[in-house]
């Protein structure tokens, strides 16, 4: 391992132990043997989902869509279940309608990086609401090229 990749893998630990949304958990730091609930395990795999999306679309793969796996936001279990509120599940669905909308975008490179943005939106706005700590990683997923200088 080059010292370059260790002190990226060792920020990498840093920041996700930091990021792990602790809202009605007693100090999960403390706590090695902490599971993420289906939720948390949920947001974990769009957090990938959409990371991969946005490389495919730096790489000019314009015609990506999303798996349609964040549908089951409406059903797993987070690790909090007075969240379940119905200000939750009108940002989950308004979440599917951005991710659609990205998703039926077809391939027009201005128009799916715009909606690819407002994907990302709308994670961000759900976050404002129930779980705060994961907005800067969130925040790294928005896709700042300028489509017009390409
Ligand atoms: C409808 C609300 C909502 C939307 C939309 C939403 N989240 Fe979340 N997110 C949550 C809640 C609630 C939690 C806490 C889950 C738990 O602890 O069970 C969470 C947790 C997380 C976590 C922390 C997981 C961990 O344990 O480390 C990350 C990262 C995350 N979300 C990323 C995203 C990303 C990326 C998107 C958009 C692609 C997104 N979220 C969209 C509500 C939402």
Known sequence: MTLKIKISLLLFLLFTGIVACTKGKKDVSANAMYERSELATLMVDMWDENKKVKEDLVNGLDSVVLSGQ?????????????????????????????????????????????????????????????????????????????????
């Open 70 to 150: 964040h549908e089951k936001m409406f059903t797993a279990k987070p690790t909090d279940s007075s969240d379940l509120t119905p200000v939750f599940y009108n940002l989950a669905k308004g979440y599917n309608t951005l991710a659609d909308s990205f998703s039926n975008a077809g391939s027009e490179r201005e128009i799916k990086i715009k909606r690819y943005n407002a994907v990302i939106d709308g994670c961000v706005s759900c976050h404002e609401n129930f779980c705060s700590g994961p907005i800067p990683k969130i925040k790294q997923l928005y896709l700042r090229e300028k489509p017009s200088s390409l």
